[in-house]
T-cell receptor
Framework: DADVTQTPRNRITKTGKRIMLECSQT?????MYWYRQDPGLGLRLIYYSFDVKDINKGEISDGYSVSRQAQAKFSLSLESAIPNQTALYFCATSDGFEAFFGQGTRLTVV | AQRVTQPEKLLSVFKGAPVELKCNYSYSGSPELFWYVQYSRQRLQLLLRHISRESIKGFTADLNKGETSFHLKKPFAQEEDSAMYYCALSRYNQGGKLIFGQGTELSVKP
């Protein structure tokens, strides 16, 4: 009964491949976010969306794109994966006051 | 520049000892401050927010605007407190668009 679900949970891909990470939420919130977590760096914001027609770049958007297919769905794409995009990726949704996170997708680019 | 700093990567204490996880921030305005916790193999979840002024699982955190700090404290650590702790800030009503610190791993030994 997870409120924020990410798929896949783990993925290994090759350099240059396109990959999509998916996120869906049942909280009914308009706001959704993608973060990446790297050891020693904490979580950094990649993209965020305040509603279906509002998408904004975050701190580290280069090399990434997103799609907000519906209020409940927010996908992150790596158009041409590179090894330094190896990280743990988190999707989150928010009511404005608290963020609710998915369990993360561990992506390895070889 | 907006920044959150957690100076300790790892904090190791014995069960029953007091705990203080440090967090300092820089922000031009009035931020909202949070502590998020990530237990092993679980998703990131909210522990405390400064505007609530509450104690959760024995933890408290006071916002000190003069010192720009939001340290997390617990008088008597328990083994189940072992986890990764992240300090984060946001603007008012943007509680999903977070700036995270690097994280501190708390290890409570029996």
């Amino acid at each position: 009964d997870a409120d924020v679900t990410q798929t896949p949970r783990n993925r290994i891909t090759k350099t240059g491949k396109r990959i999509m990470l998916e996120c869906s939420q049942t909280k009914g919130h308009d706001r959704m976010y993608w973060y990446r977590q790297d050891p020693g760096l904490g979580l950094r914001l990649i993209y965020y969306s305040f509603d279906v027609k509002d998408i904004n770049k975050g701190e580290i958007s280069d090399g990434y794109s997103v799609s907000r297919q519906a209020q409940a769905k927010f996908s992150l794409s790596l158009e041409s994966a590179i090894p330094n995009q190896t990280a743990l990726y988190f999707c989150a949704t928010s009511d404005g006051f608290e963020a609710f996170f998915g369990q993360g997708t561990r992506l390895t680019v070889v | 520049a907006q920044r959150v700093t957690q100076p300790e990567k790892l904090l190791s204490v014995f069960k029953g000892a007091p705990v203080e996880l440090k967090c300092n921030y820089s922000y031009s305005g009035s931020p909202e401050l949070f502590w998020y916790v990530q237990y092993s193999r679980q998703r990131l979840q909210l522990l405390l927010r400064h505007i609530s002024r509450e104690s959760i699982k024995g933890f408290t955190a006071d916002l000190n605007k003069g010192e720009t700090s939001f340290h997390l404290k617990k008088p008597f650590a328990q083994e189940e407190d072992s986890a990764m702790y992240y300090c984060a800030l946001s603007r008012y009503n943007q509680g999903g668009k977070l700036i995270f610190g690097q994280g501190t791993e708390l290890s409570v030994k029996p």
